[in-house]
Structures are given as C-alpha cells and as structure tokens.
C-alpha cells in the first residue's frame, strides 16, 4: 500500500513539474497573491484630497500667487478648494501651511474634458527641467532664509535639486517613475530613511520611460509595476512615494497607516464607461476571438471574470527591455529597498526583478492609450498590427483628441521627431516592438476584438 502511494505521488511530482517547466519553456509564469491589509475606503478617498503623503512644499500664500485660480474638480473645502488637482495644503511638521504635491500628480488625468482620478497621466512634460531654482528665488525673496517658511519648503526644494539631473524623459508623455525612486533611494538611508545628500551608490542618467497605468486595475493584481517587481504589501509599496520629503521612518510609519486606507478606496474603482456607440454583434463575435487568442495572459471578464497575473518572458513578449533590466543592471536599487524598513515587519514590501512583463487586466482598455509599458504605441489597432505601429508620432496632447475607431489617440506620422512632442521609438527605452501575437489575426478579426475591448 505504501508503495503504491509513494508510487503515485512520484507521478503527480513528475506532472507538476512537466507542467511547471513546460510553462518556463513557454516563458511564462505567473505571480501568486499576497495577504493584503484592509482598510477603509471612505477615510482613503478623504486622506487621498486632504492627506499628507508630502509634508513640504511651496508656501500657500506664496503658491496661491503663482497659480492664481483654478477650477475646483475635487468638490474641496478649506485651503485645498481652488489649488490645482495635483496639490493639497498641508501643514509642514513647523506649522507652516504649504502646498504639496499629492498622488494625483501622476494618477489622475482629462478625458473627453473630464478629471478622471485613478487614470494615469499622460500628457506630462519631464522633458523640460524642473524650476527649482525660480522657485527657490520666489521663496527666498518672499520670505528669506531664516524664515519658517523656508524650513518648510527646505525638504521639497532638496529633493528637486537631487532628483532634477536624473529625470528628464527625451519625449513628452512618459513618466520617469522608477528612476524617482532610485535617486531618492540613493539619498536615504535604509535603516531609518533619513536623507544623506550626497547618493551613496551611483545613479545612470538613461531614464527608462513608463507608462502610469490605471488605478482600478489595482484589485486584480498579485504584484506592482510593469515588471512585477513589487510583492507583498501594497500600501507599504506605496509608502515609498513619501521619501521624496519625509523626515524618517517614524513618518513613513505614519504614511503607511493612511495609505491602507488609500489602498483600501483604490480597490473600490471601477473603469469609465465606454462613451460612444457599440456594434453589439461585432463585439460578441470579439469576445470569442478575444478568449480564444488573448485570455490565456490577459484573462476572461464578466460575470465570472478571471485573471492569471501572468509574467510573459522577454524572449517571448519582445517588448522594449529596457525596464525590465534595469533592476538586474543596476541592482542596488532594489537591495536598498529589501534592507530598508519598507521591508521590515509583517506587512513588508519586497522587490523581485523579473525578466519580462506582467500582462495587464484590460478593464477600461479604451480609455488608458498610448499603450504598452512606455506608452509608445497609440492605438490598439496599431497594438494588434505591429507592421503598422509608427516609427515617429505625434498627438496634440488634447485628451479629446480621441479615435473611437481605432481606440487611441489620433496622432500623426512624422519622417523624423520635430521635438519632444514627437515620440520617437528609436530611443532606448522607448521602443514599440513586441507582443505581436494579434499579427496573426485576420483583419475582421482584429476590428471584432476592438470592439469586444469597448465593452470592458
């Protein structure tokens, strides 16, 4: 009996592991969930338009004379109603009342002419330096160097200065997210965060551009980022966007309880409806091409929706590698993180390179063009035909500007970039090859699949 048993179980251990390796051998593998914390939506959404994630900034009045007025989208009250979207008015640690950048910064954007929170920004400008210097003046002739107000403003101006040598993206739209996080790494110290202003390990200039991607696909996800690298905790993860001001880690604890909350109101969102007409018949014949070609990475939806959290190997997806690598070419970044206190507890974070790509849920796939991780792309038609995918292209950056036929962005070709507002596939980083499997599609079948995409 018993050698019966050992018998059968020698076979299933030789069936998963066939499976397992068959699936390395296919480039795939796919990124178990991790326990997360739960919060409260309703405190999230507060702390998300009031919150102090920043504790420094322009000085209020000051800011408040440089923007002027602005249009309340956010329904504030108090200080914050009538600041740009993008700032809160805090209270520095000494009292003075700033404005401060806030998550909106790189997580809310226009669309058809309305603020859409959780949709990644995608007309910023890091090609152009950062006016920390004319801010420093404004400051200084306002208030002077020995005022609270400069103390108040002294961490945010720091960290422009550190970060603005290394995140100037060569083409408008991309985000240089990952590089922020590296120049600020290299500025703390791991055990207690605290700021060192000279970097102590040494910072590559090449910026590796990314698109933001969309808050509400956050609830399906079992790890962040393009390359799944962030595992664990999610809110710790997210704690990290306070080393851009933060004091220590004592403030990084104090984040870190609100962004659970954050975390908490993000899973609760839900994609913006499509806005124009839909070829009902068209889309259902898409949704059987879509489940037979696309579900396997992308997953299933509807009532019963699926999703594999599928990492797809670069010697499969093709994609611009750069992303990728740079955590495997440049390895301190993430050894600083897994040293530091966001991974210290038991509600950790963790970076684990990969060597590819997570394929992302397609929910709300209309409205988060341009496409693929470094936005290069700026259609899903062209996403499906890569023989037709622009070399140089260019849009108005007017988020009306919108192709419900080909579901992007409308743009046009140029023979070489003219400026920044070219995007330019050419550069490292910012490469449209790869993940060419709607290639093999027919042409019916590619605008049936659109269609069906219109739906989620």
């Known amino acids: 009996m018993r050698r019966a048993f050992c018998g059968l179980l020698l076979l299933l251990i030789g069936f998963f592991a066939s499976q397992f390796v068959l699936r390395e051998e296919e480039g795939y ?17 507060r702390y998300l338009l009031y919150g102090d994630v920043v504790r420094s900034g322009i000085p209020l009045s000051l800011f408040q004379t440089l923007s002027g007025e602005n249009a309340d989208e956010l329904g504030r009250t108090g200080d914050s109603q009538g600041l740009p979207y993008m700032f809160n008015a805090v209270e520095a640690p000494n009292g003075v009342k700033v404005a401060a950048p806030t998550c909106l910064t790189c997580h809310a ?7 859409i929170i959780g949709l990644g920004n995608n007309t910023s400008d890091y090609t152009q330096p950062a006016p920390s210097a004319l801010f420093d003046r404004a400051v200084e002739m306002r208030f002077g160097k020995n005022s609270p107000e400069w103390e108040a403003y002294l961490p945010f101006s720091r960290s422009q200065k550190a970060l603005a040598p290394y995140i100037r993206t060569q083409v408008r739209g991309p985000n240089p997210a990952d590089k922020i996080f590296a120049v600020l790494a290299a500025h703390r110290r791991a055990e207690d965060l605290t700021w060192i202003d000279s970097p102590q390990f040494s910072l590559p200039v090449q ?14 996800k079992h790890a962040l980022y393009y390359n799944a690298l962030g595992r664990g905790d999610f809110a710790r993860l997210s ?16 984040v870190d309880s ?3 909350n954050v975390i908490a109101w993000i899973r609760t969102l839900q994609p913006p409806p499509y806005p124009f007409a839909i ?4 889309a259902a014949k898409g949704k059987m091409v879509f489940e037979k070609n696309c579900s396997k990475c992308h997953g299933t939806y509807g009532q019963q929706p699926t999703y594999p959290n599928r990492v797809v190997e670069l010697s499969r997806i093709g994609t ?24 210290q507890g038991p509600y950790k974070g963790e970076l684990r390179p990969t060597s590819g790509y997570i394929a992302p849920p397609l929910d709300g796939i209309w409205a988060t063009a341009p496409y693929l991780h470094n936005g290069s792309v700026p259609t899903v038609a062209d996403l499906l035909n890569s023989a037709q995918r622009p070399k140089y292209w260019r849009r108005s950056f007017d988020n009306s500007d919108y192709d419900p036929e080909r579901l992007g962005w409308r743009y046009r070709t140029e023979e070489k970039p003219s400026s920044p507002g070219t995007y330019d596939t050419t550069l490292p980083g910012y490469g449209n090859s790869g993940h060419t499997f709607g290639d093999r599609l027919s042409d019916e079948e590619r605008r049936a699949i659109i269609e069906y995409l219109k739906t989620l």
């Open 29 to 45: 593998f796919d990124i178990p969930p991790t326990a997360q914390r739960t919060g409260d939506p309703e405190a999230g959404y």
């Open 279 to 282: 070829d009902t018949p068209l």
């Open 239 to 254: 704690s990290a966007s306070a080393m851009l001001t933060m004091a220590d880690s004592a403030e990084a604890r104090r």
């Open 320 to 343: 611009d590698p750069l992303l990728a690598q740079a955590y495997q070419k440049y390895p301190e970044y993430h050894t600083w993180y897994n040293r530091s206190w966001f991974a």
């Open 109 to 115: 954007e226009r669309l058809n002419g309305q603020l």
């Open 207 to 220: 910026v590796v551009p990314t698109d933001v991607p969309a808050w509400w696909l956050l609830k399906k």
């Open 258 to 260: 609100h962004l659970v």
